[in-house]
């Protein structure tokens, strides 16, 4: 769990350099682009971690070590990002780094809106097969019985004809 949350940290740290040392000579926000996506990436990490606690022992959970590494770690990587959208705005313009935000939230929106409809399809040609699978099981049962009146029937009648 640990070596996660370094990784987080550092690819945070990995990032906010490149970003400080390449931003003045940068002609778009494409020549950092890729460094703001880890830097994203390296926040995501951090707040995964943060967050989740299964497998680890209760000692790792609520040590002061761990709670005080999750939290410093949590506070850099917002310092960072603060110092990152103040470089961006300061080298683009005032406002280029909330829309970098917006775009991103509308972006991550509309992926979770696809994935709950791609779920909602699957879900629905569940049903449909199920509702199918019914249907043949239904048709299934009156074929059988059909085929077993019938069986019944000229059984009957061979029983009678053999019997007189």
Same mark, same amino acid.
């Given at each position: 769990?640990?070596?996660d =949350?370094v !990784?987080g940290?550092n690819l945070?740290?990995q990032?906010?350099?490149f970003i400080k %040392?390449?931003?003045? !000579?940068?002609?778009? =926000?494409s020549? +950092?682009a890729?460094?703001i %996506?880890?830097l994203?990436e390296?926040?995501n990490?951090l %707040?995964k971690?943060?967050?989740?606690? %299964?497998g680890?022992r209760i000692?790792d959970?609520?040590?002061?070590k761990? &709670?005080?590494?999750?939290?410093i ?5 917002a310092?960072e990002?603060?110092? &990152?959208? &103040?470089l ?6 005032h406002? !280029?780094?909330q ?5 991103? @939230?509308?972006?991550?929106e ?9 779920i909602?399809?699957k879900?629905?040609q569940?049903?449909? +097969?199920?509702? #199918?699978?019914?249907?043949?099981a =239904?048709?299934l049962? +009156?074929?059988v *019985? #059909?085929?077993? +009146?019938?069986? @019944?029937v000229v059984? *009957? ?8």
């Amino acid at each position: 769990m640990l070596g996660d =949350i370094v !990784t987080g940290i550092n690819l945070v740290k990995q990032s906010v350099a490149f970003i400080k %040392d390449n931003i003045a !000579t940068a002609k778009d =926000i494409s020549s +950092i682009a890729s460094q703001i %996506d880890d830097l994203f990436e390296g926040k995501n990490q951090l %707040d995964k971690k943060r967050n989740k606690k %299964d497998g680890v022992r209760i000692a790792d959970q609520f040590g002061v070590k761990s &709670v005080a590494n999750e939290i410093i770690d949590a506070k850099l990587a917002a310092e960072e990002m603060y110092n &990152v959208s &103040v470089l961006v705005d300061q080298r683009f313009g005032h406002g !280029t780094w909330q829309s970098i935000l917006t775009e991103r @939230a509308k972006r991550i929106e509309a992926a979770k809106a696809a994935e709950k409809e791609r779920i909602k399809v699957k879900q629905q040609q569940q049903e449909e +097969i199920m509702e #199918v699978m019914g249907y043949f099981a =239904i048709g299934l049962c +009156i074929v059988v *019985f #059909v085929f077993g +009146i019938l069986f @019944a029937v000229v059984s *009957f009648a061979e029983v009678m004809r053999n019997g007189n």
